[in-house]
C-alpha cells in the first residue's frame, strides 16, 4: 500500500541534542512538507520541498534543516539552536501537478527531557 | 497575513447535525480544505472547494462562499468515531494555512 511513514512515534530529546525525524513516502509525490503541530494552534510550516535537492523555508524554519537528497526522502532534524522543541510533528506530501491535497504521515511526538 | 477562525470545541449527540464555521482572510484564495484528524493521528482529508457553494460527500458536506470570505463543515448523522478535530486550511497565493482547529466531542 502507498502511503507516507514517519519514525519513531515517539522521541526524546536531552539538552543540546540535535534528533533527527524520518518521512519517506511512496506515494511518488514530488512536493514533501514538515508541519509543527502545538495545542491550541494550527499546523505551521517549518521547511517543504518542490523538487529533490531543494527545498525552502517555512514560516517556522529558525533551529530546523533539512536534506531532499532522495524523492522518498525529506528528514528533519531538530537541532539544539530549536529551544522548544516539544511538539507533534507532521510530514505531508502531494503530487505537485496532479494534486491539491495533502498526504500527512501519522506524526511523531517529540519531548525534551 | 493569513487568518483562518474556527471555534475551538463543539458538542452534539449522537445522530444529531453540527456545523463548524471557518472564516478567513489570506492573500489570495486558491482552494479551501477541510480534515479530520483523531488525536495522535495523522490529518486525513475530507473535502476541497474552491468554487462558491455546497459539495456533498455522504454524511459529510461543505461550503464556501468566496466573497464572503466564509465555509462550514456539516456533519449529519453523527457517530461517536466522528469525535475528532476537524481542520480548516486555506491555500492563499503562496502557501496553504491551517486554522487551530474545531476539537468535536460526540455524545451517547
Known amino acids: 500500500d502507498g502511503g507516507i511513514t514517519q519514525s519513531p512515534k515517539y522521541l526524546f530529546r536531552k539538552e543540546g541534542q540535535n534528533v533527527t525525524l524520518s518521512c519517506e513516502q511512496n506515494?511518488?509525490?514530488?512536493?514533501m512538507y514538515w508541519y509543527r503541530q502545538d495545542p491550541g494552534q494550527g499546523l505551521r510550516l517549518i521547511y517543504y520541498s518542490q523538487i529533490v535537492n531543494d527545498f525552502q523555508k517555512g514560516d517556522i524554519a529558525e533551529g530546523y534543516s533539512v536534506s531532499r537528497e532522495k524523492k522518498e526522502s525529506f528528514p528533519l532534524t531538530v537541532t539544539s539552536a530549536q529551544k522548544n522543541p516539544t511538539a507533534f510533528y507532521l510530514c505531508?506530501?502531494?503530487?505537485?501537478?496532479?494534486?491539491?491535497?495533502?498526504?500527512f504521515g501519522s506524526g511523531t511526538q517529540l519531548s525534551v527531557l | 497575513g493569513q487568518n483562518i477562525d474556527q471555534p475551538t470545541e463543539m458538542t452534539a449527540t449522537e445522530g444529531a447535525i453540527v456545523q463548524i464555521n471557518c472564516t478567513y482572510q489570506?492573500?489570495?484564495?486558491?482552494?479551501l480544505f477541510w480534515y479530520q484528524q483523531h488525536a495522535g493521528e495523522a490529518p486525513t482529508f475530507l473535502s476541497y472547494n474552491v468554487l462558491d457553494g455546497l459539495e456533498e460527500k455522504g454524511r459529510f458536506s461543505s461550503f464556501l462562499s468566496r466573497s464572503k470570505g466564509y465555509s462550514y463543515l456539516l456533519l449529519k448523522e453523527l457517530q461517536m468515531k466522528d469525535s475528532a478535530s476537524y481542520l480548516c486550511?486555506?491555500?492563499?497565493?503562496?502557501?496553504?494555512?491551517f486554522g487551530a482547529g474545531t476539537t468535536v466531542t460526540v455524545r451517547a
Open positions: 489570506t492573500s489570495g484564495f486558491n482552494g
Open positions: 505531508a506530501s502531494r503530487h505537485r501537478d496532479l494534486d491539491e491535497k495533502l498526504f
Open positions: 486550511a486555506v491555500r492563499g497565493d503562496y502557501k496553504l494555512s
Open positions: 506515494l511518488n509525490h514530488d512536493a
